[in-house]
């Protein structure tokens, strides 16, 4: 099948590049390193260590994820190999696809390797832990992944690899960066607009705190360490909710990249 | 069943029409030659039939099955050399042909291929960012070749390749052809064309200004040959009155003379020599230069058949 040769070609160019071996080693820093740095200097509990690490690897992996990610199909497009891949029988689909699948690969792979080296530091420091560090590497696994998707998706959409780099890091310091900010910004344009009182808090004003992929995986570490309930009354306390926010930020991006380079003249 | 079916295809960006109501049949088993000046719509129509761009009026269809609807199913029967394509600079020469097979779904040996095109061992083994446009282009044919395609497309696929090159190009393209592929492939050198092409189409500005075989166009044309007589002395009379022979001129010791067909020539030589005795006897055809001019240039001579009667759009 197409999508399945063109993701592992990805892969195999991915693995000769050095690509894979500097994400894995930022990946484990960014995780594994963090931790043990933060163990060994304090005498915080397991579960805040945790923490601490956790609120940086979404800061930081999201950043080496849009990066993997948003040469995908642009960086095919400009060397022109999208063209020999394109006069071949794979479909613009299967290449968008397999390169998704190559990279989200990529990622996971290294996101794993982190999550391991992590699991080990924290049971050789602090001797114990183990119990968290499944949420930990699944959520930031599927944040990851949503990452991986809005670089794929931005990437299929933006016709030069300099606009996909620039829209890159856009998303990255939106949602990111300076969320608070929109956050704020939209509290106080609904508070002006008399939508809401000051200092109410309604549940879409929720959803907006939530709404990034980093945002999401946070609630999802934090309702699932808390023993919270996989479908609680309150929405944004529950596990599912910030699950499938994650999925649909895979989902759409990917989608309106595939609706912008299926008409796309590849030229 | 027609290799190559174009039907009213017209391809605007903008304001420009790259490509504009070109119909065009390629008879399947055939070598067809697509000559054109850059810029003249021949990588647009190219890119329509390999689906990299969407017309914006008319249709392609190629073995019968149309270009976007069908591409899968048709790009697994076709061998294309893009322009402008790329090579993985981190895969060897040997990895791409394998890709190739497998998304073709085809049982060639790489090496077999690789072999034909003329890539040696120890090159097909180097990352293809290593290649000079020459080795580039020898992967890329090796990589159409794959799965004994039964339509080639080769979009100037001579770029950059040296004369030697171009001739094991060639080579193939015949091989390829008596194996029972349709062979379809863009050009603006003109000898290229000229020395394997069954029928040439020209295209200028976007549409087809003549179809043909290099023959046809060639006396349609009506470019004649240039016979050029060194004598021992020249005649008191120029010998012109003889028909088809025209542009009859007498200098330094040579007669010329522009003759229309190939009686001319022996007319021409004949009535020379009842005057005086010939010493060399050269003959120029009209060059495909000439020709190629002529059809894609405004100001073509006035004297000359008009190009568009000579047109024998197939439909």
Redesign the interface.
Known sequence: M?VR?VAR?DL??AG??KSLWAVTLLVLFTTAGITALVGMASDQPTGEVFQLAFQLAVLTLPIVALVIAKGAITG?RE??????L??????RYDVLLGKFLGRTALMLVATLVGGVATGLVVVTTLGGGLDLLVPFVASLGLMTVAFVAVGVGISAASASDGRATAFAVGAYMTFVALWNLVQAGVQGAAVELGLIEAGSQPAWLEFVAMFPPNRAAVAVYQSTVAGGQVFAADPFASVWFPVALLLAWIVVPVGFGYLRLR?A??? | MAAIEIRDLTKQFGDVNAVDGLDLTVESGEVFGFLGPNGAGKSTTINVLLDFVAPTTGSASMLGLNVADDREELHRRIGVVPENYGLYDRLSGRRHVELAVDLKDASDDPDALLDRVGLSPADRDRPAGEYSTGMSQRLALAVALVGSPELLILDEPTGGLDPNGARELREIIVAENERGATVFFSSHILEQVEAVADRVGILQDGRLVAVDSIEHLRRDLDGGARVSLHVDREPDRAPSDLPNVRDVAVADGVVEGTCLEPGAKLAFIDRVREAATVTDVRIEESSLEDMFASYTSEGADANRAEPASSVEVQS
């Open positions: 197409s040769t070609k195999a160019d000769r590049s095919e060397s022109g190999s999208l063209r020999m394109l006069s071949l029988p794979p479909s008409d003249d590849i030229a």
